[in-house]
């Protein structure tokens, strides 16, 4: 129980000795008027007035948190500063520490904090920042598989949830959203993201903006800062190898990668990280054009800019700055605010700053920001807003929040193929054999990147099955393989399980640790082992259901790619195994679609949908010759962007678009007609795509600009109706600038970026 109101709070939290510390400090004394107004920024220049430079390069400087269970630490083992909690304390209380990000658990949070503003000089609280990217102690499914949903109402609230679980235990900035558009499957941090388009991913961005950042202002206790990462062009390194070099034109910086950071400042996302790799020979950590110009003074952001973990220190490595001392002062001077975990700004921005080659104005500028989202937070008015481990206990994983992660997991969840209605299975009369490495037990449920959630909280397959079938002792389940190595005698055990079945249900994939940060794969398959067990498996003859484990889009081939129904079910968190039997059972219908495209072969990456005709295109369908067109894979996707089925019958016809004629000022209404010829209700997602034939810059062969779910009973039809306005056509001209121009446009409602659904043509006045 919280006590009533804010003073006696205080005291609750802090211990009398702590409330008469804080009460009377330089910071609180302050802050006292902080209101997030013009005299805020007073209040903060008073407040910088008053520090040494040192202090202020504290201010500027986020380390991963000492203590027992601190996640960053245990992420990268070489990470430079490995302080103990004894040594951070002590730089906590010299203030040579703005903040700290990955710790565990509220209690060493308020330790912490509490040597902060009470036996630092000035008292300045820290701020406490983690990578909450899909959830906390409730998991909800990794972002990309939610993106599928198409539902930012349902990332928004997840994000909200996550925000409320973390903010509980102490966390006040998320290094969250990760809005990169990932176009290259062999990249493994796709999983972070919404995939490969962009107004998707910009819908995706503000949505979980929204959602960490909360309604009710930055100060609400169950508000955390979102970060929008990493800025910018990430996801296009070369070769899908994490960390690669980018060499992007500034076209495509301006049209694909930038537009989900910019949706994510609409959003008012209060910060933004630098990414780790180089933009066409200039490390993104010391890009001033990319900090400074776009970010500052064309987009006019004034929020916090945090470098990503050791990204100054990297620019070494880059072979971009000689030294410490020099990779300090071009990633400052470019525009990184703060640095995470090199410690280099502590170390070297005192002497910087006196020898006059680092402003102070720019240092005050940097510490100002760290101030100003401190106090957003309302970290002055009580530093122990976020820090109660009462709330911390009662607030994770309530029933409701895991009620909300199966339904995420549900919409999730897409239906690649369902070939003679397969699916659903019936609840009851039929035998099921549950096969493959990722069948029972808990392991790779909750996904990479997930820093507080565990897969021992989670539901596997096996439990959430046997829960929802009639008959739970009808399903049998057979591991058959590992992950990457066979089991002595497992295909055997698992084709007499099939033998023995009427239907056999396989789980095959990847690990979790084979997708996220640091794990590029040049060969997407599903591991030889696992294929090995799917072909002796399939040889039985029984019906089989693929459900797929995977961090991206793979390419499928042999047993997997035939069988008669397969499921993306990627990692879907804490009730995974519940709603992946809720679907396999009918309890609910699918509705996700494909956030990025499955591919024929590895070799077709990157492969996403919107790319350019070029001068001999060779349309999906047989090669043609002096066309462009892999000798040795179709020119398509297996399954594109936007699939995804139903255990409905859709059928699109009846596309009207009244004249045809878009005037300058006007807007063009587009209805078309969506009839269930099947027998379940479904929930279609029509997708709006465009083509600007002609154009003084060549355009994609499609780009999506709108999408509606709509659900319709079986036998029933609903039109939909969108309406395309000028704006949603502009492109950069040959100068740069955003421009729209007259001419012809073909417009789809289909179900995916490579079905026909039904299309015309239309003019632009
Ligand atoms: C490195 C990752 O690239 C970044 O996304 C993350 O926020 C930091 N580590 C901190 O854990």
């Known amino acids: 129980m919280r006590p009533p109101s804010s003073v006696s709070r205080r005291a609750w939290l802090m211990g009398a000795g702590a409330v008469v510390a804080w009460a009377s400090s330089p910071a609180r004394a302050l802050m006292a008027q902080m209101d997030g107004s013009a005299a805020a920024s007073t209040d903060l220049n008073a407040l910088i007035a008053r520090m040494t430079v040192e202090e202020k390069a504290g201010q500027v400087t986020l380390m991963a948190a000492a203590w027992a269970g601190g996640a960053a630490n245990a992420l990268n083992p070489t990470s430079p500063s490995r302080a103990s909690f004894r040594q951070q304390m002590d730089d906590v209380r010299r203030g040579h520490v703005g903040g700290v990000f990955n710790g565990n658990g509220a209690e060493m949070a308020r330790q912490m904090q509490t040597m902060a503003v009470e036996k630092s000089r000035l008292k300045i609280p820290l701020i406490f920042a983690a990578d909450v990217i899909h959830g906390f102690r409730t998991v909800f499914p990794m972002p990309l598989a939610e993106a599928g949903s198409f539902d930012p109402e349902l990332a928004e609230r997840t994000a909200r949830i996550a925000a409320i679980e973390a903010t509980a235990a102490g966390i006040d900035w998320n290094f969250a959203p990760m809005v990169d558009i990932a176009r290259d499957q062999r990249w493994g941090r796709g999983i972070e993201g919404a995939g490969e388009d962009v107004l998707l991913s910009r819908i995706m961005a503000d949505a979980r903006v929204r959602g960490f950042q909360g309604h009710a202002g930055l100060a609400a206790p169950d508000a955390m800062a979102a970060c929008a990462k990493h800025f910018a062009a990430y996801g296009a390194a070369e070769g899908g190898l994490d960390y690669n070099s980018v060499d992007v034109s500034e076209r495509t910086l301006r049209e694909v990668y930038f537009p989900p950071f910019q949706a994510a400042l609409d959003a008012q996302a209060a910060t ?20 400074s110009d776009v970010l500052r003074d064309e987009w006019h952001f004034d929020g916090l800019v945090v470098s990503d973990y050791t990204g100054d220190m990297e620019l070494i490595a880059h072979g971009f700055a000689a030294d410490a001392r020099e990779a300090t002062k071009l990633a400052f001077l470019a525009g990184v605010d703060m640095s995470m975990q090199s410690g280099f700004y502590m170390e070297h921005l005192p002497d910087l700053v006196k020898s006059g080659e680092v402003p102070m104005a720019r240092l005050d500028q940097a510490v100002r920001r760290v101030l100003a989202l401190k106090a957003k937070l309302g970290l002055f008015d009580d530093p122990f807003r976020r820090i109660d481990p009462s709330r911390e206990k009662t607030l994770v994983r309530t029933p409701a929040h895991l009620e909300v992660a199966r ?106 640790t084979m ?5 590029s794969r040049t060969d997407i398959v599903i591991p030889a082992p696992q294929m090995a067990l799917a072909g ?12 797929l484990r995977h961090g991206r889009a793979l390419a499928l081939h042999g047993a997997v790619k035939d069988a008669q129904a397969i499921l993306a079910t990627w990692f879907l968190g804490s009730m995974s195994g519940m709603a992946t039997a809720d679907i396999l059972f009918g309890l609910a219908s699918p509705s996700a679609r494909l956030p990025c495209s499955f591919p024929y072969e590895s070799g077709q990456e990157p492969l996403y949908y919107a790319h350019k005709n070029t001068g001999r295109p060779n349309p999906p ?15 398509a996707a297996l ?14 016809s009846a596309i009207d678009m009244g004249t045809g004629r878009l005037s300058a000022g006007g807007e063009l209404t587009v209805t078309a007609t969506l009839r269930n010829s099947g027998r379940h209700e479904a929930t279609e997602v029509a997708q709006l795509y465009v083509q600007d034939i002609t154009a003084s810059i060549t355009r994609p062969v499609r780009e999506l600009k ?24 502009l492109f950069l001209g040959q100068d740069m600038q955003p ?9 789809w409602i289909a179900p995916s970026a490579q079905a026909e659904g039904v299309s015309d043509i239309f003019t632009l006045a």
């Open 407 to 512: 339904d995420a997991a549900r919409r999730s969840i897409v239906l690649l193929k369902n070939e003679d209605d397969l699916l659903p299975l019936p609840r009851q009369g039929k035998t099921i054999a549950l096969i493959g490495p990722f069948a029972q037990g808990q392991r790779d449920l909750v996904g990479p990147w997930n820093v507080y959630g565990t897969d021992a909280d989670a539901i596997d397959l096996l439990t959430g099955m046997r829960a929802v079938a009639a008959d739970p002792d009808a399903i049998v389940a057979v591991d058959g393989s590992g992950v990457d190595k066979p089991i002595r005698g497992g295909i055997e055990a698992a084709v007499a399980a099939a033998q023995a079945a009427d239907i056999v249900v396989l789980a095959v994939g990847e690990s979790q």
């Open 639 to 652: 399954y594109p962007f936007g699939h995804g089925l139903t255990y409905g019958e859709i059928v699109y």
């Open 739 to 747: 421009t729209v121009e007259p001419g012809k446009f073909r417009l």
């Open 536 to 547: 002796a498996v399939a040889a039985t003859g029984k019906p089989m259901v693929v459900l």
């Open 706 to 729: 709108a999408f509606q779910r709509v659900t319709i009973k079986p036998g029933e039809s609903r039109e939909v109706r969108f309406t395309i306005r000028r704006e949603e056509l």
């Open 621 to 635: 369908g047989p090669r043609v010759a002096y066309k462009a067109h892999y000798r040795d894979a179709p020119n």
């Open 515 to 519: 997708s996220g940060e640091a794990q």
């Open 272 to 291: 933004i990280m630098a990414s780790f790799n180089e933009l066409s020979g200039v490390p993104a950590t010391a890009n001033h054009w990319l900090l």
